[in-house]
């Protein structure tokens, strides 16, 4: 069984590394994985970036496509908020490329293909027959007008058009005509043909609710992580290498996105700004973005941190991991604290419910309440042993429920199902 996983980067953003740690997960348990993307950034034998023809005339084809493209999006320059993630068309600049160089395989696992690499339209008509599809959604954009996370406006349901994140009123908009490109796309296809994948039930319901996706069969399969990498390491030493004090309440979050409404960073630092001093608190923070918050904590910043074990010191350092993000599917940074036996605390929304289970492996708030976020903080911190508790049951169900080898090992089925399927 051949299988080649599509996905615009092979380990840039987390959708990227979900699906090249699900790559590496299968050829470890000996299945014949490859992955295929516009960008490489890791020295893989077994990542295959696509080659843009140099041809003169595929130059002015990619040219005149990437013109269309960009005129249907310039009215909006002036529109959209401010605060939204990148919204993505669903035609591509590469889209003879990318059917020049597709590898031929038993079993094509698409991911994060937006940003201009798969073209709905060429795809799904020229799909080879023998090919079984299997799509792996990290977010709601496959089903939505160009979005990826609706904020809750539920358009997509009902054809998008007057898209809140375009500022727009006009119901023939371009959330509408990308919605209506991609609902030509799918109507091609025999429900048989596509299966879709989430790693949360929140993400599969979505799915079940569009009127684009909603006839084609859908799995949860969580994502898995490399237990070994991601692992509790002694707290002391993990603070003494990051400078952190020993004696005080370390507070972990993530700082990439930070002008990203939908991540909640104004939601964290309200909260933190209120947090009563009876408690010694330092704050942790781990990405690209530098804080740049006026709060009287001691705050550490270690930047971008890229190596699995790297990233295991740092929650291990943590007594919480906080994410504070307003729509989710299932973060990875989540899974990864736990893996690290770090309690988690966020808000109750997307897939973070699957995975914090409250008094168990975490807290849940309800979503944008920054007073119940702080008193929740202060409620972990004021109960050292309940707290330790959770950290020992967030590395039990990390073990039972999220290894690589269990992913790997579901989608090794699904895959043989669907080859039985169409055999």
């Known amino acids: 069984m051949k299988i080649v996983h599509v996905n615009t980067f092979d380990t840039l953003g987390g959708a990227a590394r979900s699906a090249y740690r699900l790559h590496q997960g299968l050829r470890a348990m000996g299945e014949d994985s490859t992955m295929f993307v516009r960008q490489a950034d890791s020295d893989d034998p077994n990542v295959t970036e696509m080659r843009s023809s140099r041809r003169i ?8 496509r990437k013109e ?12 959209r908020p401010p605060g939204l993630e990148p919204f993505h068309d669903s035609r591509s600049v590469v889209w003879f490329d990318f059917l020049r160089d597709l590898p031929k395989c038993d079993i094509l696992n698409l991911h994060w293909v937006a940003n201009s690499f798969l073209d709905y339209e060429s795809f799904f008509a020229k799909m080879p027959t023998a090919t079984r599809v299997v799509w792996t959604l990290h977010d709601m954009n496959a089903f939505t007008g160009g979005c990826h996370y609706d904020a809750g406006c539920r358009r997509f ?4 058009g007057r898209c809140p994140q375009l500022g727009s009123n006009d119901p023939k908009d371009l959330s509408h005509r990308i919605w209506e490109r991609k609902a030509k796309a799918f109507s091609r296809l025999d429900s048989a043909r596509l299966q879709f994948v989430t790693p949360s039930r929140w993400l599969a319901e979505e799915i079940r609710r569009s009127p684009l996706a909603g006839r084609f069969p859908v799995s949860v399969i ?3 992580l490399d237990l070994h ?9 993990c603070r003494d290498i990051l400078g952190l004090p020993p ?11 930070l002008d990203n409404s939908r991540k909640g960073f104004a939601l964290l630092t309200a909260a933190l700004a209120a947090l009563p001093r009876d408690v010694p608190i330092a704050i942790l923070s781990v990405g690209r973005n530098k804080p740049d918050v006026a709060i009287d904590m001691p705050w550490t910043h270690v930047g971008e941190v890229k190596n699995d074990y790297h ?9 919480i991991f906080i994410i504070p993000s307003l729509e989710d599917n299932l973060p990875n940074t989540v899974l990864e604290a736990m893996a690290c036996g770090t309690p988690v605390l966020g808000f109750a929304a997307g897939g973070v419910p699957d995975m914090v289970r409250p008094g168990v492996t975490g807290m849940l708030v309800p979503p944008a309440d920054v007073e119940a976020l702080g008193s929740a903080i202060m409620q972990l911190l004021r109960d050292p042993e309940h707290l330790g508790e959770m950290g020992l049951n967030c590395r039990r169900v990390a073990t039972e429920e999220y290894s690589l080898d269990l992913q790997a090992s579901r989608y090794s089925q699904l895959y043989a199902a669907a080859l039985d399927l169409h055999r």
């Open 229 to 237: 990498d991601f692992a509790p390491r002694d707290r002391a030493a």
């Open 311 to 319: 990233l295991s010191v740092v929650y291990s350092a943590a007594d």
């Open 157 to 160: 349901a009902d054809c998008c």
């Open 57 to 64: 005339l595929d130059r002015v084809r990619r040219r005149i």
């Open 68 to 79: 269309w493209i960009a005129r249907d999006f310039r009215g909006y320059r002036s529109t």
């Open 222 to 224: 969580p994502y898995g």
């Open 247 to 257: 004696d005080v309440k370390v507070l972990l979050f993530v700082a990439d996105g």
